[in-house]
């Protein structure tokens, strides 16, 4: 499986580990993180829990475009599906997570760290909603939680364009909590988790449904519709197009329907 996890000190730490395509989501890999994610949900050795990518080159650079490429509407359905079980597996668990975010996070790895309750980073990190470049828009999350951390002008503007928003940038905005030196991240990661695995369970879990009250109401009902939008996409040519580029190593130019 290409994810590995560790259970230390009540820390779980979940490792994407698929670095030959610098850790994007297909299908296997999909199944194998939300399997991961339910695992340590369900340990109760473990009270918090840190998600992060192994090496120093990207935490992951989302959906693998090479598989997403031939799919249609109704395998994009089943997809942005898959992609939400993730995130909402990590929004969902009764313990708060972390994203400890080591390179690039890119359309469906930005989705992943902003399915957790913390994001920090490291000097490298990079994140960006590039998928309106591939001619579908974000799937897994990303139009309704970026939107929700960020506010909406800036959301619009980071997936509007696709541009990349870079670990100094992420810190300004909000989108991380803190930027540490890629050797320091996980020892950060873990000081952090320690630092909130000493404080009650109970009442832990009491303070992460109330933070997620504040928003969850409109964010449920938005994942429907994106999640709509998303496989309506892969009826279009400019998804054809946009992911075809992408594979073809040229530039897309979108027919715009
Ligand atoms: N899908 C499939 N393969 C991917 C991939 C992805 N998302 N990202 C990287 N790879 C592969 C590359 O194709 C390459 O494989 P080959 O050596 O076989 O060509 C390998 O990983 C290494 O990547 P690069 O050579 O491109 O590495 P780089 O350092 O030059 O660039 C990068 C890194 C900027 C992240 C670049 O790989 C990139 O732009 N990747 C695509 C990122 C992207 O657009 N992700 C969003 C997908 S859409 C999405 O996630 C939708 C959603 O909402 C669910």
């Known amino acids: 499986m290409a994810v590995d996890i560790e259970i230390l000190d009540s820390i779980a730490t979940v490792t994407l580990n698929r670095p030959e395509a610098l850790n994007a989501f297909n299908t296997e890999q999909l199944h194998a993180v939300i399997d991961a994610l339910r695992q340590v949900r369900d340990d109760k050795s473990a009270r918090c829990v840190i998600v992060t990518g192994t090496g120093e080159r990207a935490f992951a650079a989302g959906a693998d475009i090479k598989e997403m490429a031939g799919k249609n ?11 939400h079980a993730m995130a909402n597996t990590l929004e969902a668990m009764a313990k708060p997570t972390i994203a400890a975010v ?66 100094d940038e992420a810190l300004r905005i909000g989108l991380v909590n803190a930027v540490y030196p890629i050797d320091q991240l996980m020892t950060e990661a873990r000081k952090l ?15 992460k449904a109330l933070i997620q009250l504040a928003f969850n109401g409109q964010t449920i009902s938005g994942l429907e519709t994106e999640v709509q939008l998303f496989a309506q996409a892969f009826g279009t040519e400019d998804q054809k197009e946009g992911m075809s580029a992408f594979i073809e190593k ?6 715009g329907r």
């Open 102 to 167: 080591n390179g690039f996070a890119i359309g469906g790895g930005s989705e992943l760290a902003l399915g957790c309750d913390i994001r920090i980073a490291s000097e490298n990190a990079v994140f960006a909603q590039p998928e309106v470049t591939l001619g579908i828009p974000p799937g897994w999350g990303g139009s309704q939680r970026l939107t929700r951390l960020v506010g909406p002008g800036l959301a619009a503007e980071i997936i509007f364009t696709g541009r990349r928003v870079k670990a």
């Open 250 to 255: 040229r530039i897309a130019s979108f027919p």
């Open 73 to 83: 509407v109704e395998e994009g359905l089943a997809f942005g599906r898959l992609g």
């Open 193 to 207: 988790a320690l630092q909130i695995v000493k404080n009650s369970p109970l009442a832990l879990v009491s303070s």
